[in-house]
């Protein structure tokens, strides 16, 4: 089975770069087809996809985040990581990992989830 699990700081300081890193068991993050999603969720508000990872190595990212994002992987590791730069407290949010049959949909494992808040 398929396992996901985030890590990183849990405080992040307005105007710096929010890293995480995703490391996956029990599947290769370089297997065909699937996507390695980032999503995030923040308080009252429901998921976001941030972007992804597909298994060639390809990236793809939400629009509104895209000149903030950065998703690169380390297949030696079998791990993907989520960059953010400039963040503010609208970052704030509990973030996810997981893996899609789709680049922004059909998810079929997730991590846990890791909360992040952006305060000075």
């Known amino acids: 089975q398929v396992q996901l699990q985030e890590s990183g700081p849990g405080l992040v300081k307005p105007s710096q770069t929010l890293s995480l890193t995703c490391t996956v068991s029990?599947?290769?993050?370089?297997?065909?087809?699937?996507?390695w999603s980032w999503i995030r969720q923040s308080p009252g508000k429901g998921l976001e996809w941030m972007g992804a990872?597909?298994?060639?190595?390809?990236?793809y990212y939400t629009p509104s985040l895209k000149s903030r994002t950065s998703i690169s992987r380390d297949t030696s590791k079998n791990q993907f990581t989520l960059q953010l730069s400039s963040v503010t407290p609208e970052d704030t949010a509990v973030y996810y990992c997981?893996?899609?049959?789709?680049?922004?949909?059909?998810?079929?494992?997730w991590g846990q989830g890791t909360q992040v808040t952006v305060s000075s």
């Open positions: 029990g599947g290769s993050i370089t297997t065909a087809s699937y996507y």
């Open positions: 997981a893996r899609g049959e789709r680049v922004a949909s059909d998810y079929d494992y």
């Open positions: 990872i597909r298994y060639s190595g390809s990236t």
